[in-house]
Each structure stands twice: as structure tokens, then as C-alpha cells.
């Protein structure tokens, strides 16, 4: 069953989307070569906390048997796809791209958003695979409305990144949000038009594609979170967190 929320819950949390959205645009302009994906984990704690509210992913558990999260940001750098553990030993290098993933809490409620950015000078190919991720999202969030399904996003998502050639990841999808990092719906990145559950009035999304250069298989690093691809091939993932209105679908997590 999904969540949904009334119009006041989406009102704070538009508040916690916009919060959300300045501080991951202050991180990703702290994003340069030399800088370690620890540095950018401790600006995101400060700069959330400095605004009285909490990091969503800290101490979270995505499964009943796993150990909670022990970051504030999921920072996945290159061949890493999703929920990249910030490290001081781990430093940004020109050419790299960085996927930098946040969740935040303001009165209660969570928006989730991630960004892939450039570190200095990117090759082509990168380039591309951003733009067709951005796309992507673009493209879930817009059929992203009352009366449409679930199958709808996915179909939107998987279209794009087959015109550009790339494979969208296995086994990785997004959510709905809210009171919850995780809650109802499941929102794959693949998907048929007209399947799946109802999208209705109030349903707060997580939208993510991640797209890859290789094949899309995945595979969880041994210390036990960060997921990169299997052939290490590069990724990008773009996510936002997008509620479901009468007059369509409003992005939560922007300025
Ligand atoms: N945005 C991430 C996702 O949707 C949330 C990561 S929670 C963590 O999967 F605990 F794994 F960090
Ligand atoms: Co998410």
C-alpha cells in the first residue's frame, strides 16, 4: 500500500526538498580534484545540521538485517553506481564523475536526492552518459501524473536510455518516500506502459535512473554498501524526489 500524503505534509515537504536542494548544489560545488569524499559527507552534515535538521540516511538500516548506514551522504565515484561510503583516503581526481546521493529530515519528513557531477575535465563519453541520465529523469518525472502507472516512469526512463545506447542498471529501483526512506511503491527504471500500480493525488516519489556504459550488472563491494558495476565500467545516477499533484507532478527536491 502506498503512502499518501495531504497537501500540508507536501507543503513541508517541498521545505525539506528545497533545504535539501541547496546544500546538494553547495556540495557539488565543493566537488574538485584532491578533494576526499569524506570532505563533501562532512560538509553535507554541517550544512544540514547548521539548518536544525538531520541527515535521513545516517543510521538507517535500507533492510531489516542490515547494519545502519554510517554517513551522511552516499558518495560513488566512477565504476561506483549507488551508496558509495564517504572515505579520507578515497580523493576526487580530475576526469572522475562522482554521484553525490542525500537524504534529509525537516519536521519529520524526508525528500532523497542525488546528483552526478564532474570533477575537473571529463572525457565525452561521461558527458553523454550525463546528459542521457538527466534525461532519463527528466523523462520518469514527466509522465509522473494522476491516472498514469507505475510501468509509465520505467517505460519513460528505459526509452531514453536505449536511444542513447546505454543500460539502465539490474536490480536497483526507485521509491516512494516520505516518512520513510524507503516506502510503497517500488519505482523500477524499466517497465511497461500501463502496468503496475495507480499513480494518485499525494504519492511522493523518489525518481532515480542510473545508467551505464556497460552491461548493467552490479555487484556489492565488500564493505557491504557500495555498489559499483560488475564489469567497473562507468555510471551516473540522477535522482529527485517528486510529488504527485491535481495540476501534475511538482519536483520537490529543487531551489
Ligand atoms: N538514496 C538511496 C536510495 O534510494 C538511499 C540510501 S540509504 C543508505 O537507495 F542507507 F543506503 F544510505
Ligand atoms: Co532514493
Known amino acids: 500500500m502506498s503512502l499518501i500524503k495531504t497537501k500540508e505534509e507536501i507543503e513541508v515537504l517541498r521545505e525539506s526538498g528545497r533545504r535539501l536542494a541547496g546544500i546538494l548544489n553547495e556540495v557539488k560545488k565543493a566537488v574538485a580534484p584532491g578533494v576526499s569524499t569524506k570532505d563533501l559527507d562532512e560538509l553535507a552534515f554541517n550544512l544540514i545540521s547548521e539548518a536544525g535538521d538531520r541527515p535521513a540516511f545516517l543510521d538507517y538500516s535500507p533492510d531489516k538485517d542490515s547494519k545502519p548506514y554510517p554517513a551522511t551522504l552516499c558518495v560513488s565515484v566512477n565504476e561506483e553506481l549507488v551508496h558509495g561510503l564517504p572515505s579520507s583516503e578515497k580523493r576526487l581526481r580530475d576526469g572522475d564523475i562522482v554521484s553525490i546521493d542525500m537524504g534529509l529530515v525537516h519536521k519529520g519528513l524526508i525528500t532523497d536526492s542525488a546528483t552526478t557531477a564532474p570533477v575537473g575535465k571529463i572525457d565525452q563519453q561521461s558527458k553523454v552518459l550525463l546528459k542521457a541520465t538527466r534525461e532519463c529523469l527528466e523523462a520518469g518525472i514527466s509522465v509522473a501524473r494522476h491516472g498514469n502507472f507505475i510501468g509509465d516512469i520505467g517505460f519513460a526512463i ?49 525518481i532515480e535512473p542510473m545508467l551505464c556504459l556497460g552491461n548493467g550488472d552490479i555487484f556489492l563491494e565488500r564493505d557491504g554498501w557500495t555498489i559499483r558495476t560488475k564489469d567497473r565500467q562507468r555510471c551516473a545516477h540522477f535522482e529527485h524526489t517528486v510529488a504527485i499533484t491535481e495540476t501534475g507532478p511538482i519536483v520537490l527536491t529543487k531551489d
Not at 536511444?163 to 518516500?177: C, E, I, N, Q, T
Open 158 to 206: 528505459e526509452s531514453v536510455a536505449k536511444k542513447y545506447g546505454f543500460s539502465v542498471a539490474r536490480g536497483l529501483a526507485g521509491h516512494g518516500v516520505g516518512y520513510k526512506v524507503h516506502e510503497d511503491p517500488l519505482v523500477p527504471n524499466t517497465g511497461k506502459r500501463g502496468q503496475g500500480e495507480e499513480l494518485k493525488v499525494g504519492m511522493v516519489l523518489a
